[in-house]
């Protein structure tokens, strides 16, 4: 077992965990933060997408431990204060999603792309989410979604450019037994 | 989704990583971003008993202009090449290449060092290391050596480096002030893999005719490779279209192309050459406008 | 957050989804999510092998391994009783190979499970799977559609030849007739290729078991969890239907590959009864890819007989459908009934006939996926009709107007058994014409050949039967299962409403929409009514989701209960308002004496009185609650025109979809913005047949495209923006007039695409190009035209 200190969504931990667990896992089964989710084992569907130390990433692609110090913002982390960020404002707006299977790991990715390209194009959209997988949408009002949630963010309040203060919207029950606020 | 049961390290420095891979030879396997590796070793393809991690190591995640290079840390991920300014304005082949590269989340992980020791038959990078010369540093128990692009890929997932070493940096030189590269691919629509992808390097001399070309296809075959007749084809000649097409038509000359489920062998040497015509036309518009 | 947003009438607004807030924040709860206390998890050894003998197996090391609770073997399952998968629908003389849970004896596909590990963490028990030894007899393999027939490999002993029935419908002698009097005959072999649905969340089963009250509960992505009760209780695991409750939790996609009843979850329900702990697994997705049931598959020589005015004489089909190792549970029923009867599409046909024949090969089973026999029958029926304009020197346009069937036609009965419920399919292509502005279009196409660039327009003026089904019709074809729905409709004392229904939500968004229609009917908020779906313990009885079923017939069920209701609610109210009960009516709710506009109570008292029963009119019962079954008295036929306009680069074979129509007539909507979706995700699976997926194995039955590194599915940048509109004719099906949505797009498009590649390629005379149309198969059609 490996020591981990890890901060996800404002909350920082301490856990043991098995070099072998992926990070999706850590987030999944130890801190019992399910948003992210696996569809795939070859890194192609990007349901499991995070942000990890401010750069989107596919958990199931990367080790619990090669997690530690870091800054971890879950889907469940987005939302402040019970307001949903304007970009999952925007996708339920523009039906976004359907199933909801792939939504988290699709918000995460817009979500980073929206902070490098505040008014992307509609091909800079498809193109910068190239690596997350829907079945359902066709991926139409995807785009749509993306488009509105950053004229939302350029609109209103200012996109959050620091994630790690976020305050978890929610703590599920967890094995976590060193938990405190980071 | 579950790899086999392995130890983790995740040693300081080169030299403490060094000592681990000696001690563990092929036992242990570095881990750097992990997007080549770690879908192996959930696919149980690979199971290393030992990981060796290089995060903690310093000095691995920088690019750095020199007087006559530009060294990239085998850290660097493919988005920080992506949006490296200097590497924009020096190595666009690079900048082009990098940013063709699985998906976005895939670039934020994904390594140069990790991607050139995985030397899968359709990266991208392997192919730019070799029109662009590059040297690739490695480090073991010996000190330190330096392998030029040319001798580092030797066939399917297979390097020069030994398993005692571990692959630092990597310096590429700067092309000369005539000279222009390119890089086109053909994305797998699923992987986003390389169907074809061409590097090309060409130097023009002060009346416009090729004075140097270093070209590299990857996707075609077990490892990238030097297309040493298409290169030969354009030395001493005006770049013209017709000169470009001749030379592009020899690109995949020497490997033996297979049928495969990208189309028959016919349609992936018509590919080869139409990529290669793509990068070449655009080095050259590059040597020219430099 | 309110969930309503719109000032109007309920039905037809494009409210929001109430689903969305628990799935945007991350709160959705997917059968992998649920976590219940000891729980231990399974791994399956799978047969690496398309067909084996199995000689023997070894589970002493993986029993041996820290952590294992125990390894079963289809042995193992046979002695505690586990009886083979059913078959849901028979067809008359049908080959049934017996489909086991865990293959006892011989494998027939690679992936076929032979063997559970169950240990204390997944990891655990992936591990201990690698140790379980399995002594294989390698035997022969057949693979391929078209060499079943004749094979000297037997897939299944009781069908030498491996063909499991033969079907057929239609007029043998009239075609035949028709065919010989006709002016222009044209024929293609047409290959329906293989696909895999990938809903993006793998399929997932956590079982577990009450020793005290002998309860199982089984959680699991089903879109029919009462279907699933049924088959899994009554006929795999021989238990009491009523000790077994299962619940379909947020499911993520389905597309047909979540009806079935598959070995995964029976192995682990069985678990969790003889180990008496909660047993989970949930599928890697290169399990997904050699276990969820594949979909089409068709090796089709079809044939079509016009007169000299380009008026269809007749219409010839003759199919082998690939249903893979085993039959899945409707395998049989989606190439015949599903296929044969859509034939005549949008057109008046004179003769029709065609025959199946399905065939066993060893490979992963073929079941419905989206659309399901329909997108087949439209891909031939419209590859035809461009074959035939071409032929004809006409537009593809024109040659479908003439012969569509006349909106002053319906009810219209086909050669092929069914009977169109309303149509008018002039009016859709009229729309989809206009918005693609085809004159400028073709004009713009004949300008760009001069420049060397390949513009194609294709269309696809697709027929669905959907609605599924009239549960008499369906007995008399082979069912083993009515086809109704039921909903049950409780009114609270507080007047808010909870809506049960047996239908299933797995992205449709029913939540929402069926709370529009309660909403809508009941004149209360759309925010009092809640929709509760997916759970066998909470929902008295249900057919589930899938042939585009929820809205006409879940709905219809729905509508049939709030009738119900508001019959009692008059009775109540008229005691109440001491007036006669036949002079009640209900409106914008409330109870009104007609032609008294104030004499009238809130539905919200009514529900009130209802319950306190303090004083009800007599003979009536107190409460407020009412269940219905709503039975169709036929399908419902959704129609409409596609038309894609693609380029074709003449260099390289790549085809890029530059732009997409769809007018769709699906009747009567109730949420627009939820239509619009559907049909979105539709095009995009059927464009996507047209130019990219594909299901192959190599000779030995393994599967080439095994994992979404090789399987593409379609990402954003491989698609455009799509143009939808709608024309309205309502079903008189059902009273909502509702035709469904939910398979439209995957139906149309391939046709729409394919035909549209060919049309871009008419210059160097290539007439057809199998699907997937690869950049290398078109590349390879343009060398080989005597027009390059």
Same mark, same amino acid.
């Given at each position: *077992?490996?020591?981990?200190?890890?901060?996800?969504?404002? %909350?920082?931990?301490?856990?043991?965990?098995?070099?072998?667990? *992926?990070?999706?896992?850590?987030?999944? $089964? %130890?801190?019992?933060?399910?948003?992210?989710?696996?569809?795939?084992?070859?890194?192609?569907?990007?349901?499991?997408? %995070?942000?990890?130390?401010?750069?989107?990433?596919?958990?199931?692609?990367?080790?619990?431990?090669?997690?530690?110090?870091?800054?971890?913002?879950?889907? $469940?982390?987005?939302?402040?204060?019970?307001?949903?960020?304007?970009?999952?404002?925007?996708?339920?707006? $523009?039906?976004?999603?359907?199933?909801?299977?792939?939504?988290?790991?699709?918000?995460?990715?817009?979500?980073?792309?929206?902070?490098?390209?505040?008014?992307?194009?509609?091909?800079?959209?498809?193109?910068?989410?190239?690596?997350?997988?829907?079945?359902?949408?066709?991926?139409?009002?995807?785009?749509?979604? %993306?488009?509105?949630?950053?004229?939302?963010?350029?609109?209103?309040?200012?996109?959050?450019?620091?994630?790690?203060?976020?305050?978890?919207? $929610?703590?599920?029950?967890?094995?976590?037994?060193?938990?405190?606020?980071? | 989704?579950?790899?086999?049961?392995?130890?983790?390290?995740?040693?300081?420095?080169?030299?403490?990583?060094?000592?681990?891979?000696?001690?563990?030879?092929?036992?242990?396997?570095?881990?750097?971003?992990?997007?080549?590796?770690?879908?192996?070793?959930?696919?149980?393809?690979?199971?290393?008993?030992?990981?060796?991690?290089?995060?903690?190591?310093?000095?691995?995640?920088?690019?750095?202009?020199?007087?006559?290079?530009?060294?990239?840390?085998?850290?660097?991920?493919?988005?920080?090449?992506?949006?490296?300014?200097?590497?924009?304005?020096?190595?666009?082949?690079?900048?082009?290449?990098?940013?063709?590269?699985?998906?976005?989340?895939?670039?934020?992980?994904?390594?140069?060092?990790?991607?050139?020791?995985?030397?899968?038959?359709?990266?991208?990078?392997?192919?730019?290391?070799?029109?662009?010369?590059?040297?690739?540093?490695?480090?073991?128990?010996?000190?330190?050596?330096?392998?030029?692009?040319?001798?580092?890929?030797?066939?399917?997932?297979?390097?020069?480096?030994?398993?005692?070493?571990?692959?630092?940096?990597?310096?590429?030189?700067?092309?000369?002030?005539?000279?222009?590269?390119?890089?086109?691919?053909?994305?797998?629509?699923?992987?986003?893999?390389?169907?074809?992808?061409?590097?090309?390097?060409?130097?023009?001399?002060?009346?416009?005719?090729?004075?140097?070309?270093?070209?590299?296809?990857?996707?075609?075959?077990?490892?990238?490779?030097?297309?040493?007749?298409?290169?030969?084809?354009?030395?001493?000649?005006?770049?013209?279209?017709?000169?470009?097409?001749?030379?592009?038509?020899?690109?995949?000359?020497?490997?033996?192309?297979?049928?495969?489920?990208?189309?028959?062998?016919?349609?992936?040497?018509?590919?080869?050459?139409?990529?290669?015509?793509?990068?070449?036309?655009?080095?050259?518009?590059?040597?020219?406008?430099? | 957050?309110?969930?309503?947003?719109?000032?109007?009438?309920?039905?037809?607004?494009?409210?929001?989804?109430?689903?969305?807030? #628990?799935?945007?924040?991350?709160?959705?709860?997917?059968?992998?999510?649920?976590?219940?206390?000891?729980?231990?998890?399974?791994?399956?050894?799978?047969?690496?092998?398309?067909?084996?003998?199995?000689?023997?197996?070894?589970?002493?090391?993986?029993?041996?391994?820290?952590?294992?609770?125990?390894?079963?073997?289809?042995?193992?399952?046979?002695?505690?009783?586990?009886?083979?998968?059913?078959?849901?629908?028979?067809?008359?003389?049908?080959?049934?190979?017996?489909?086991?849970?865990?293959?006892?004896?011989?494998?027939?596909?690679?992936?076929?499970?032979?063997?559970?590990?169950?240990?204390?963490?997944?990891?655990?028990?992936?591990?201990?799977?690698?140790?379980?030894?399995?002594?294989?007899?390698?035997?022969?393999?057949?693979?391929?559609?078209?060499?079943?027939?004749?094979?000297?490999?037997?897939?299944?002993?009781?069908?030498?030849?491996?063909?499991?029935?033969?079907?057929?419908?239609?007029?043998?002698?009239?075609?035949?007739?028709?065919?010989?009097?006709?002016?222009?005959?044209?024929?293609?072999?047409?290959?329906?290729?293989?696909?895999?649905?990938?809903?993006?969340?793998?399929?997932?089963?956590?079982?577990?078991?009450?020793?005290?009250?002998?309860?199982?509960?089984?959680?699991?992505?089903?879109?029919?969890?009462?279907?699933?009760?049924?088959?899994?209780?009554?006929?795999?695991?021989?238990?009491?239907?009523?000790?077994?409750?299962?619940?379909?939790?947020?499911?993520?996609?389905?597309?047909?590959?979540?009806?079935?009843?598959?070995?995964?979850?029976?192995?682990?329900?069985?678990?969790?009864?003889?180990?008496?702990?909660?047993?989970?697994?949930?599928?890697?997705?290169?399990?997904?890819?050699?276990?969820?049931?594949?979909?089409?598959?068709?090796?089709?020589?079809?044939?079509?007989?016009?007169?000299?005015?380009?008026?269809?004489?007749?219409?010839?089909?003759?199919?082998?459908?690939?249903?893979?190792?085993?039959?899945?549970?409707?395998?049989?029923?989606?190439?015949?009934?599903?296929?044969?009867?859509?034939?005549?599409?949008?057109?008046?046909?004179?003769?029709?006939?065609?025959?199946?024949?399905?065939?066993?090969?060893?490979?992963?089973?073929?079941?419905?996926?989206?659309?399901?026999?329909?997108?087949?029958?439209?891909?031939?029926?419209?590859?035809?009709?461009?074959?035939?304009? #071409?032929?004809?020197?006409?537009?593809?346009?024109?040659?479908?107007?003439?012969?569509?069937?006349?909106?002053?036609?319906?009810?219209?009965?086909?050669?092929?058994?069914?009977?169109?419920?309303?149509? +008018?399919?002039?009016?859709?292509?009229? #729309?989809?014409?206009?918005?693609?502005?085809?004159?400028?279009?073709?004009?713009?196409?004949?300008?760009?050949?001069?420049?060397?660039?390949?513009?194609?327009?294709?269309?696809?003026?697709?027929?669905?039967?959907?609605?599924?089904?009239?549960?008499?019709?369906?007995?008399?074809?082979?069912?083993?299962?009515?086809?109704?729905?039921?909903?049950?409709?409780?009114?609270?004392?507080?007047?808010?409403?909870?809506?049960?229904?047996?239908?299933?939500?797995?992205?449709?968004?029913?939540?929402?929409?069926?709370?529009?229609?309660?909403?809508?009917?009941?004149?209360?908020?759309?925010?009092?009514?809640?929709?509760?779906?997916? =759970?066998?313990?909470?929902?008295?009885?249900?057919?589930?989701?899938?042939?585009?079923?929820?809205?006409?017939?879940?709905?219809?069920?729905?509508?049939?209960?709030?009738?119900?209701?508001?019959?009692?609610?008059?009775?109540?109210?008229?005691?109440?308002?001491?007036?006669?009960?036949?002079?009640?009516?209900?409106?914008?709710?409330? &109870?009104?004496?007609?032609?008294?506009?104030?004499?009238?109570?809130?539905?919200?008292?009514?529900?009130?009185?209802?319950?306190?029963?303090?004083?009800?009119?007599?003979?009536?019962?107190?409460?407020?609650?009412?269940?219905?079954?709503?039975?169709?008295?036929? &399908?419902?036929?959704?129609?409409?025109?596609?038309?894609?306009?693609?380029?074709?680069?003449?260099?390289?074979?790549?085809?890029?979809?530059?732009?997409?129509?769809?007018? =769709? =007539?699906?009747?009567?909507?109730?949420?627009?913005?939820?239509?619009?979706?559907?049909?979105?995700?539709?095009?995009?699976?059927?464009?996507?047949?047209?130019?990219?997926?594909?299901?192959?194995?190599?000779?030995?039955?393994?599967?080439?495209?095994?994992?979404?590194?090789?399987? +593409?599915?379609?990402?954003?940048?491989?698609?455009?923006?799509?143009?939808?509109?709608?024309?309205?004719?309502?079903?008189?099906?059902?009273?909502?007039?509702?035709?469904?949505?939910?398979?439209?797009?995957?139906?149309?498009?391939?046709?729409?695409?394919?035909?549209?590649?060919?049309?871009?390629?008419?210059?160097?005379?290539?007439?057809?190009?199998?699907?997937?149309?690869?950049?290398? #198969?078109?590349?390879?059609?343009?060398?080989?035209?005597?027009?390059?």
């Amino acid at each position: *077992m490996s020591k981990i200190r890890v901060t996800v969504n404002g %909350v920082a931990s301490e856990h043991d965990v098995e070099p072998r667990m *992926m990070l999706v896992q850590f987030l999944r $089964e %130890v801190l019992g933060l399910t948003g992210a989710h696996v569809g795939c084992d070859t890194s192609q569907c990007g349901s499991c997408t %995070v942000i990890v130390d401010g750069v989107a990433t596919k958990s199931c692609t990367m080790l619990a431990v090669q997690a530690d110090g870091g800054e971890v913002l879950t889907i $469940e982390g987005l939302a402040q204060n019970g307001q949903l960020h304007p970009l999952q404002l925007a996708f339920r707006e $523009e039906h976004g999603l359907q199933c909801g299977f792939c939504t988290p790991g699709m918000v995460m990715a817009a979500y980073e792309l929206l902070q490098h390209n505040a008014a992307p194009t509609e091909a800079e959209i498809r193109h910068g989410l190239e690596g997350n997988l829907c079945r359902c949408t066709g991926y139409h009002n995807i785009v749509r979604a %993306v488009q509105d949630g950053a004229r939302r963010m350029a609109e209103g309040r200012p996109a959050v450019h620091t994630p790690f203060s976020v305050p978890a919207v $929610e703590r599920t029950a967890s094995s976590t037994t060193t938990a405190k606020r980071g | 989704m579950y790899p086999a049961d392995f130890e983790y390290h995740a040693p300081a420095t080169l030299d403490e990583a060094v000592a681990l891979l000696s001690a563990h030879k092929d036992d242990a396997k570095l881990l750097a971003g992990g997007h080549s590796l770690l879908p192996m070793m959930k696919l149980r393809f690979a199971q290393p008993r030992h990981l060796v991690d290089v995060r903690r190591i310093p000095g691995l995640s920088e690019i750095r202009a020199e007087a006559d290079a530009i060294a990239i840390g085998a850290r660097v991920t493919h988005r920080m090449v992506e949006r490296s300014e200097l590497i924009a304005r020096r190595l666009p082949m690079l900048s082009e290449a990098a940013a063709m590269i699985g998906d976005p989340a895939v670039r934020n992980r994904g390594t140069m060092g990790g991607s050139l020791a995985h030397a899968d038959p359709a990266a991208d990078l392997p192919a730019v290391m070799l029109a662009l010369d590059a040297d690739l540093r490695a480090v073991g128990p010996k000190g330190t050596r330096l392998i030029p692009a040319e001798n580092f890929f030797l066939s399917l997932l297979t390097t020069a480096l030994e398993p005692t070493e571990v692959l630092s940096e990597v310096r590429i030189p700067l092309p000369s002030v005539r000279s222009g590269g390119a890089y086109e691919k053909r994305r797998h629509p699923a992987s986003r893999f390389a169907i074809v992808g061409v590097a090309a390097l060409v130097e023009l001399d002060a009346k416009g005719v090729v004075s140097a070309a270093r070209v590299a296809v990857t996707g075609l075959g077990s490892k990238a490779s030097r297309a040493t007749k298409t290169e030969q084809a354009l030395v001493g000649r005006k770049p013209d279209e017709a000169e470009l097409d001749a030379a592009a038509r020899q690109v995949a000359d020497g490997i033996e192309l297979h049928d495969d489920r990208q189309g028959p062998a016919a349609y992936r040497a018509h590919l080869a050459t139409v990529y290669a015509t793509r990068a070449l036309r655009r080095a050259v518009e590059r040597a020219r406008a430099s | 957050m309110p969930t309503t947003e719109t000032s109007g009438r309920p039905l037809g607004a494009s409210v929001k989804r109430r689903e969305d807030a #628990r799935f945007l924040t991350g709160r959705g709860t997917f059968t992998d999510d649920v976590k219940l206390a000891g729980t231990i998890h399974a791994a399956f050894v799978r047969s690496p092998h398309a067909h084996a003998r199995i000689r023997g197996i070894d589970t002493g090391a993986a029993r041996g391994h820290p952590g294992v609770q125990a390894v079963l073997t289809g042995r193992d399952l046979v002695a505690g009783g586990v009886q083979p998968i059913p078959v849901a629908w028979l067809l008359p003389g049908l080959k049934m190979g017996e489909h086991r849970v865990l293959a006892p004896e011989v494998v027939r596909h690679v992936g076929e499970a032979v063997a559970m590990v169950i240990a204390d963490s997944p990891a655990a028990a992936r591990d201990a799977s690698e140790l379980v030894q399995v002594d294989y007899e390698v035997l022969p393999a057949v693979v391929a559609t078209d060499e079943a027939i004749g094979s000297d490999v037997r897939v299944h002993d009781l069908a030498p030849d491996n063909v499991a029935f033969e079907w057929s419908i239609g007029d043998a002698a009239a075609t035949d007739a028709a065919f010989a009097g006709a002016h222009t005959v044209v024929r293609q072999r047409l290959i329906n290729q293989r696909l895999i649905a990938n809903a993006i969340e793998p399929r997932s089963a956590l079982a577990s078991y009450t020793p005290a009250s002998e309860e199982l509960t089984l959680y699991v992505t089903s879109q029919n969890p009462h279907v699933h009760r049924l088959l899994m209780a009554a006929f795999v695991l021989g238990i009491p239907e009523h000790k077994l409750r299962v619940i379909a939790p947020d499911v993520g996609g389905g597309f047909g590959s979540k009806v079935f009843v598959y070995p995964e979850e029976c192995a682990v329900t069985f678990a969790a009864r003889s180990l008496a702990r909660p047993v989970k697994w949930t599928a890697e997705r290169r399990e997904s890819f050699v276990t969820d049931a594949h979909g089409r598959d068709h090796v089709t020589d079809a044939e079509m007989a016009l007169d000299a005015d380009g008026r269809i004489l007749g219409l010839r089909v003759n199919t082998i459908a690939n249903l893979g190792a085993y039959l899945s549970l409707f395998g049989p029923a989606v190439p015949t009934y599903l296929y044969g009867t859509l034939l005549s599409g949008q057109y008046a046909m004179p003769a029709i006939h065609c025959t199946v024949r399905g065939v066993y090969t060893n490979t992963t089973p073929v079941d419905a996926y989206r659309g399901a026999g329909r997108p087949e029958a439209c891909y031939v029926v419209e590859r035809l009709m461009d074959l035939a304009a #071409r032929a004809m020197g006409q537009d593809p346009a024109a040659l479908r107007q003439r012969n569509f069937i006349g909106a002053d036609r319906f009810p219209y009965q086909t050669p092929v058994a069914l009977m169109y419920d309303s149509g +008018n399919y002039q009016a859709a292509m009229n #729309r989809a014409l206009e918005m693609v502005g085809y004159e400028a279009l073709r004009a713009e196409q004949a300008k760009l050949r001069q420049e060397g660039k390949y513009l194609g327009i294709g269309f696809s003026s697709y027929i669905e039967a959907c609605g599924l089904a009239p549960s008499q019709v369906a007995g008399a074809l082979g069912a083993q299962a009515g086809l109704w729905e039921s909903a049950t409709v409780r009114v609270h004392p507080t007047g808010k409403v909870t809506v049960f229904t047996g239908s299933h939500s797995h992205g449709q968004g029913h939540e929402t929409t069926f709370a529009q229609l309660a909403a809508d009917e009941l004149g209360i908020a759309v925010d009092d009514v809640e929709v509760v779906h997916g =759970d066998t313990g909470r929902v008295p009885f249900g057919m589930g989701t899938y042939g585009s079923r929820s809205g006409s017939v879940g709905g219809t069920a729905i509508h049939m209960s709030i009738q119900k209701i508001a019959e009692k609610g008059k009775k109540i109210a008229a005691h109440l308002l001491e007036a006669a009960p036949e002079d009640m009516e209900f409106t914008e709710g409330k &109870f009104r004496v007609r032609g008294s506009p104030d004499r009238a109570k809130a539905f919200g008292e009514i529900a009130l009185a209802a319950y306190l029963a303090h004083s009800m009119p007599a003979g009536v019962e107190p409460g407020l609650e009412e269940t219905s079954f709503f039975d169709p008295s036929n &399908f419902t036929f959704p129609f409409g025109t596609h038309i894609a306009v693609v380029e074709v680069d003449k260099e390289t074979g790549d085809t890029s979809l530059r732009r997409y129509i769809a007018v =769709d =007539d699906v009747g009567n909507v109730i949420n627009p913005m939820i239509v619009d979706g559907q049909l979105h995700g539709g095009i995009a699976q059927g464009a996507a047949q047209a130019l990219w997926e594909s299901a192959e194995f190599d000779e030995n039955g393994q599967l080439l495209t095994g994992s979404l590194m090789e399987y +593409n599915v379609p990402k954003a940048d491989q698609l455009p923006m799509f143009e939808t509109d709608r024309t309205v004719t309502p079903s008189p099906v059902n009273p909502l007039g509702i035709k469904g949505a939910g398979e439209a797009g995957a139906i149309a498009s391939p046709a729409a695409v394919a035909n549209a590649v060919m049309d871009a390629l008419a210059p160097f005379g290539v007439t057809h190009i199998d699907m997937p149309l690869t950049p290398a #198969r078109v590349w390879q059609a343009m060398q080989g035209s005597p027009g390059r």
